[in-house]
């Protein structure tokens, strides 16, 4: 079935350092929709980007991913971490138009020091 | 613009009690519901999903029921609370068949 995978649960960075998230997915649908969920504690999760178009880079809130679905990945990335980015952050993958499931993966929470 | 209301904001019950959450869409005709759970340091996983009053399809069994009595409306319930009911309940809401916006959740503990 589909899935998606987020191999770090927990990624701690200094402030100022690069962001890389990582996210591949698996389905026999060609067109997916990936999206990038941030969730701040206490909070419930809130769009931060999305994709559906194959080697194209999308950015909101200076974090950019691009979906490669030669490689069913669709990493999120950002130049310099903010103290403020501390977050959770789900991958999420809508598979085909119909399905009416989006998949979340596991998760990386993401903090960063000062 | 939209607003989704959940209800209540948290909840702590008792093992074997009954459990009702509410679900409330405004600024949106007939909009596409569903229904998350995310137990404490987990994933988010969909329960159910609606796409017309009257209509609601089963994603995982968790042995919770979900009815939509109004279009703008989505219920999750269940007559008996298990120790592992606790967690994190989402609401959702789509237009098209992406593009989710959640609503800000209700906290459940069962003890």
């Known amino acids: 079935g589909d899935s998606v995978t987020q191999t770090e649960g927990l990624v701690t960075l200094t402030e100022g350092l690069p962001v890389m998230l990582n996210c591949t997915y698996q389905?026999?649908?060609?067109?997916?929709?990936l999206f990038w969920y941030v969730q701040h504690l206490n909070e419930s999760p809130r769009l931060l980007l999305k994709?559906?178009?194959?080697?194209k880079r999308t950015e909101h809130q200076g974090f950019h991913a691009t979906l490669h679905k030669s490689s069913s990945s669709f990493h999120l990335q950002k130049s310099s971490a903010q103290l403020s980015d501390s977050a959770l952050y789900y991958c999420?993958?809508?598979?085909?138009?119909?399905?009416?499931?989006?998949?979340f993966g596991s998760g990386t929470q993401l903090t960063v020091m000062p | 613009a939209q607003t989704i209301h959940q209800w209540p904001v948290a909840e702590i019950k008792a093992v074997g009690s009954p459990l009702s959450l509410g679900c409330t869409i405004k600024?949106?005709?007939?909009?596409?519901l569903y229904w998350y759970w995310q137990a404490t340091g987990g994933t988010l996983q969909q329960l159910f999903y609606?796409?017309?009053?009257?209509?609601v399809e089963s994603v995982v069994q968790l042995n919770l029921s979900a009815s939509r009595p109004k279009d703008d409306q989505f219920i999750l319930s269940t007559e008996k609370l298990l120790l592992s009911h606790s967690g994190f309940y989402l609401c959702?809401?789509?237009?098209?068949?992406?593009?989710?916006?959640f609503g800000s959740g209700t906290r459940l503990l069962v003890i």
């Open positions: 994709s559906f178009t194959d080697n």
């Open positions: 959702a809401w789509s237009s098209g068949d992406s593009d989710y916006t």
């Open positions: 609606s796409i017309t009053v009257g209509q």
């Open positions: 600024g949106k005709s007939s909009p596409n």
């Open positions: 389905t026999i649908y060609s067109n997916p929709f």
């Open positions: 999420a993958l809508y598979a085909s138009s119909g399905s009416w499931q989006l998949i």
